[in-house]
């Protein structure tokens, strides 16, 4: 009589499945860091949005907010690569009040005829930006003068330049509305606007026709369309990582990652659309974002300060020629610093001596709340942005809830530095 064996239980299958809740929650402590910074970016918010009684998502204050950060986040994206390169720059706030203050009397004061075009002045700042970012960074590549010391100097200097150019403590202005548009103005609606009619009962209980809703549709289609890129290049990315044997996080989490990224994104953009559609600036921040992120993640360049400022002496013998690199580094830092003054000078409808005063602390701090490390090598674009945002955000909602600015620089100043204790401590724990 033959007997049948049982058949051996799968614990292959068994074992697969018992591990995957592990697998994701290793992946989100490996990238605590990431997902703790837009969760964090997303606790900020909700609780300003309660604690101002919803005037912080109000489509006005939205606008305001990009409006006044803007300049932030685009020295920030700067201030990421000099910072990975393993220096720093104090002097970016001087330099972008120096150069509103160059433009403002270029337009205004001095009648330089066709010099004196919004768009002239301001391919001359950028370039002059670039150049003053070169002889700070030639300094600190060529003659190894520590860019602490280079850019303390440079903030020194620039900051009485502009003082200078303004007569001491006037302003100068106003500056002409093609220019102020730069940051106070919105993109037109090519495709036009739709109006959504909601019905409303009346007293007798008729129902009648009721107020109208309009939508900015560009603002729409540009925002459903910057979604559905983000969602698939973030997929493709993560399949590439996939097929060429790299860990990639699991695609449960990612797919949760992505879902509320892109329904935070399409809130703030439905704002936008019932207000004048999504701010200029808004749309110059985001093309300059896209091409960072490019440089740093898919170009050679971008490798090579991430080498640079992981190890110097390594990446110089490996054929890296780091003064280069570095100088560069700095040129590009100066053109983003000038960009940020042409767009403080452009909010503000006029240059002031104050203008761009203690930003280069903001800018610092978006950097290193966003991940960035002090040591050099490590850091990215999107959480310096995040960074940026949460500095944004703070700053407004403290001033909507009516916090008084002695106290704002303190819980920024723990904020920051809670940012840097936790970067350390993963350094150690690592």
Not at 167 to 179: C, M
Not at 259 to 282: C, D, E, M, N, R
Not at 289 to 311: D, E, P, Q
Request: with cysteine; proline share 3%; net charge positive.
């Amino acid at each position: 009589m033959s007997t049948e064996s049982a058949p051996a239980p799968q614990t292959g299958v068994a074992e697969d499945v018992q591990q995957r809740p592990r697998v994701a929650v290793s992946a989100f402590v490996t990238n605590l860091r990431e997902y703790g910074l837009v969760l964090a970016l997303i606790a900020i918010m909700l609780f300003f949005q309660f604690t101002t009684s919803g005037t912080l998502f109000k489509p006005l204050n939205l606008s305001n907010l990009v409006q006044q950060n803007s300049f932030i986040i685009v020295m920030a994206l700067g201030m990421l690569l000099v910072i990975v390169s393993g220096h720093i720059d104090l002097s970016v706030g001087s330099v972008a009040g120096f150069i509103g203050a160059l433009a403002a009397n270029m337009m205004v004061t001095w009648h330089l005829g066709a010099l004196s075009n919004p768009l002239v002045v301001s391919i001359i700042c950028l370039i002059i930006g670039g150049c003053i970012g070169a002889a700070q960074g030639y300094w600190i590549a060529y003659h190894r003068i520590p860019s602490f010391i280079v850019t303390l100097a440079g903030m020194l200097i620039f900051r009485g330049m502009c003082q200078a150019l303004l007569g001491g403590g006037s302003s100068v202005g106003p500056l002409p509305s093609a220019f102020n548009k730069l940051s106070s103005g919105f993109i037109p609606d090519v495709i036009g606007t739709v109006t959504l009619i909601a019905p409303t009962v009346n007293a007798a209980g008729k129902t009648i026709v009721g107020s109208g809703l309009t939508l900015h549709m560009t603002t729409l289609v540009i925002g459903i369309a910057g979604v559905l890129a983000y969602a698939y290049f973030g997929l493709k990315s993560r399949r590439t990582r996939e097929r060429h044997g790299y860990q990639a996080e699991p695609f449960a989490l990612f797919a949760v990652k992505t879902a509320v990224l892109s329904a935070l994104a399409l809130l703030l953009i439905y704002q936008f659309a019932t207000y004048k559609g999504l701010p200029i600036v808004l749309l110059v921040m985001g093309v300059l974002i896209a091409l960072f992120v490019f440089v740093t993640k898919r170009m050679t360049i971008g490798r090579r300060i991430y080498a640079m400022g992981g190890n110097a002496k390594a990446a110089q013998l490996s054929g890296i020629k780091t003064e280069r690199l570095t100088q560069l580094v700095f040129i590009n830092m100066g053109v983003l610093s000038a960009l940020g003054g042409l767009i403080i000078a452009a909010r503000l409808g006029q240059a002031v001596p104050a203008a761009g005063l203690g930003s280069e602390l903001d800018v610092i701090a978006a950097v290193f709340i966003g991940g960035a490390s002090a040591m050099g090598g490590v850091g990215g674009v999107i959480g310096s942005v995040v960074g940026g945002f949460i500095m944004g955000v703070m700053n407004n909602g403290m001033s909507i809830m009516g916090v008084n600015v002695d106290w704002q620089q303190v819980v920024k100043g723990l904020v920051l530095l809670g940012a840097v204790v936790f970067d350390v401590y993963n350094k150690n724990k690592g």
